[in-house]
RNA sequence: GGGGAGAUUCCCGAGUGGCCAAAGGGAACAGACUGUAAAUCUGUCGGCGUAGCCUUCGGAGGUUCGAAUCCUCCUCUCCCCA
């Protein structure tokens, strides 16, 4: 049976709408390729990769998980394409050498949670999801091989990175080479008609077209969608970078997240992430103050991820916690999660520290402490509080070697003391970090 | 296959026998100031209970009272030649 289509000149309006793609190879090839789905009343099969080990997926990513569900509306086919192959060999640049090898076990429970996730944005129904796997790993090196003879090095040298790096005489692996070769023929096996991607993939994803042709294909349609920026306002958005908004962050933290970005990120961030049109943003821009700015960006971010209700909460949140500078109540932080069960009253705050995960180490906590940047239950704690002369207070759990050395300075010196504070207390480390520690279970259930 | 250069703490990079847990810069973190922005200033930035002690300078041995620094072998990277 026949699908039918709108017009193609209303489809590449609404494709080039909205956040339009940098750069479209080519933009004939896609007039054409409309104009035929059309005709035979076909839909286009539009892919786009994501990597197996890394299942997070952030605003940055959603650039083009929006632009995919205009296709969709648009009654096309959206291939959702797991590199978990790819993403087993390697790391194309060349950043980390290997990646832990994925079980089968790994990357179904990342396939399951980049469906929740895409499905925020894209009809879960219409996804054809698929694994790089399927036909990377069944290959034997002859077809391998042949894969590989189709293409020369002086080629793979075009791409920018591996000049400068060759310039610079760095390394660059032979898996780095093959990596764009190796996912071009992604593109062959699924016989996509498009596919999406960041501006920095444009050489990889030229390199599917080349490919395509060699194979006799006709080579697919590529939309370079903008990257976005991280909250850093230097690099893009990425985990490892720590400067991400995901797309599954709840709420509050979402909204925080929106109001922590740098000014100069305020325009890009209205032109990639809020789902308004350019002459929208072109509208609310001039003139705008950046903090009211901010403020109705992050309401827009998380009502389209969340919904209204919970973008009003957010924001009214936002504001007494750090307008008033008020802290997260007890109800709240068992809510949210944050909350540290210790073996005992008697530890050393360091030690709690450390234990709950807030530093890696002790002697960061300890310097944290200097810095003043721990408080309990709202009193900033101090480094003297550390210590005592009165052995009581000692932390018990300091054991039998030290107990001597203890004993020696008895009297004299000071030691480290227990926390004094009567749990369930709420701890605050660094500027936005809130736990609730707690010692036995009796003292939450009272709470919730 | 031959010749040369190199591997330092998250990154870049100094250090060529004790003064080195290792300069300087970047990143990061914290405090002050603020709008959870930027800029700025200040501080921190291997591990331990403040003390000294432990572990670290590609890997394994060795020389030495003492090694990131010297020697041997190994691994890896880059350059030039074939």
């Given at each position: 049976m026949k699908s039918t289509f709108p017009p193609v000149e209303e489809q590449l309006a609404r494709l080039k709408g909205s956040v339009a793609p940098v750069e479209i190879i080519n933009e004939e090839e896609l007039t054409a390729r409309l104009e035929r789905s059309r005709a035979e009343g076909r839909p286009l099969r539009v892919k786009q990769g994501f990597d197996a080990s890394a299942p997070d997926l952030h605003i940055g990513h959603a650039v083009s998980l929006w632009k995919l569900r205009a296709f969709q509306e648009l009654g096309h086919t959206v291939i959702f394409l797991i590199g978990d192959f790819t993403g087993m060999v390697g790391d194309p640049s060349g950043r980390s050498k290997t990646r832990p090898r994925l079980t089968r076990e790994e990357v179904e429970a990342n396939a399951q949670t980049y469906r929740d996730q895409v499905s925020r944005v894209l009809d879960p129904d219409k996804i054809e999801i698929r694994y790089n796997s399927e036909w990377h790993g069944e290959r034997d090196i002859y077809e391998f091989?042949?894969?590989?003879?189709?293409?020369?090095?002086?080629?793979?040298?075009?791409?920018?990175?591996?000049?400068?790096?060759?310039?610079?005489?760095?390394?660059?692996?032979?898996?780095?080479?093959?990596?764009?070769?190796?996912?071009?023929?992604?593109?062959?096996?699924?016989?996509?008609?498009?596919?999406?991607?960041?501006?920095?993939?444009?050489?990889?994803?030229?390199?599917?077209?080349?490919?395509?042709?060699?194979?006799?294909?006709?080579?697919?349609?590529?939309?370079?969608?903008?990257?976005?920026?991280?909250?850093?306002?230097?690099?893009?958005?990425?985990?490892?970078?720590?400067?991400?908004?995901?797309i599954t962050d709840p709420p509050e933290e979402m909204y925080g997240r929106v109001m922590s970005i740098s000014d100069d990120l305020i325009e890009e961030y209205y032109r990639l992430t809020s789902g308004l049109s350019s002459a929208e943003v072109e509208a609310k821009l001039t003139g705008g103050d950046p903090y009211k700015l901010k403020h109705e960006l992050a309401r827009m971010i998380v009502a389209r991820y969340h919904d209204e209700k919970a973008a009003g909460e957010a924001g009214e949140e936002f504001l007494a916690r750090f307008r008033q500078h008020e802290w997260p109540t007890v109800e709240e932080l068992i809510a949210k999660g944050n909350v540290a069960k210790i073996k005992s009253e008697h530890v050393w705050l360091p030690a709690i520290i450390h234990e709950i995960g807030a530093t890696r180490s002790k002697g960061e906590a300890k310097r944290l402490i200097a810095e003043g940047a721990v408080s309990i239950d709202k009193k900033r704690i101090s480094i003297e509080d550390l210590y005592t002369s009165k052995s009581e207070d000692v932390d018990p759990h300091l054991s039998g070697v030290n107990q001597a050395r203890r004993e020696i300075r008895e009297g004299k010196l000071k030691f480290p003391r227990t926390v004094q504070n009567q749990t369930p207390f709420v701890l605050k480390v660094g500027k936005r970090r809130f736990y609730l520690i707690y010692h036995d279970e009796e003292q939450l259930k009272r709470h919730s």
């Amino acid at each position: 049976m026949k699908s039918t289509f709108p017009p193609v000149e209303e489809q590449l309006a609404r494709l080039k709408g909205s956040v339009a793609p940098v750069e479209i190879i080519n933009e004939e090839e896609l007039t054409a390729r409309l104009e035929r789905s059309r005709a035979e009343g076909r839909p286009l099969r539009v892919k786009q990769g994501f990597d197996a080990s890394a299942p997070d997926l952030h605003i940055g990513h959603a650039v083009s998980l929006w632009k995919l569900r205009a296709f969709q509306e648009l009654g096309h086919t959206v291939i959702f394409l797991i590199g978990d192959f790819t993403g087993m060999v390697g790391d194309p640049s060349g950043r980390s050498k290997t990646r832990p090898r994925l079980t089968r076990e790994e990357v179904e429970a990342n396939a399951q949670t980049y469906r929740d996730q895409v499905s925020r944005v894209l009809d879960p129904d219409k996804i054809e999801i698929r694994y790089n796997s399927e036909w990377h790993g069944e290959r034997d090196i002859y077809e391998f091989l042949d894969l590989v003879s189709r293409r020369t090095v002086a080629r793979i040298l075009e791409r920018a990175d591996f000049r400068k790096r060759l310039q610079a005489d760095d390394d660059i692996s032979i898996l780095e080479f093959l990596y764009p070769l190796i996912q071009a023929y992604d593109s062959v096996a699924l016989e996509a008609d498009v596919e999406l991607g960041g501006t920095d993939q444009k050489f990889n994803l030229v390199m599917t077209r080349q490919i395509q042709r060699a194979y006799g294909l006709e080579p697919q349609v590529l939309l370079l969608m903008p990257l976005l920026r991280g909250t850093d306002g230097n690099k893009k958005m990425s985990k490892s970078l720590g400067n991400v908004i995901d797309i599954t962050d709840p709420p509050e933290e979402m909204y925080g997240r929106v109001m922590s970005i740098s000014d100069d990120l305020i325009e890009e961030y209205y032109r990639l992430t809020s789902g308004l049109s350019s002459a929208e943003v072109e509208a609310k821009l001039t003139g705008g103050d950046p903090y009211k700015l901010k403020h109705e960006l992050a309401r827009m971010i998380v009502a389209r991820y969340h919904d209204e209700k919970a973008a009003g909460e957010a924001g009214e949140e936002f504001l007494a916690r750090f307008r008033q500078h008020e802290w997260p109540t007890v109800e709240e932080l068992i809510a949210k999660g944050n909350v540290a069960k210790i073996k005992s009253e008697h530890v050393w705050l360091p030690a709690i520290i450390h234990e709950i995960g807030a530093t890696r180490s002790k002697g960061e906590a300890k310097r944290l402490i200097a810095e003043g940047a721990v408080s309990i239950d709202k009193k900033r704690i101090s480094i003297e509080d550390l210590y005592t002369s009165k052995s009581e207070d000692v932390d018990p759990h300091l054991s039998g070697v030290n107990q001597a050395r203890r004993e020696i300075r008895e009297g004299k010196l000071k030691f480290p003391r227990t926390v004094q504070n009567q749990t369930p207390f709420v701890l605050k480390v660094g500027k936005r970090r809130f736990y609730l520690i707690y010692h036995d279970e009796e003292q939450l259930k009272r709470h919730s």
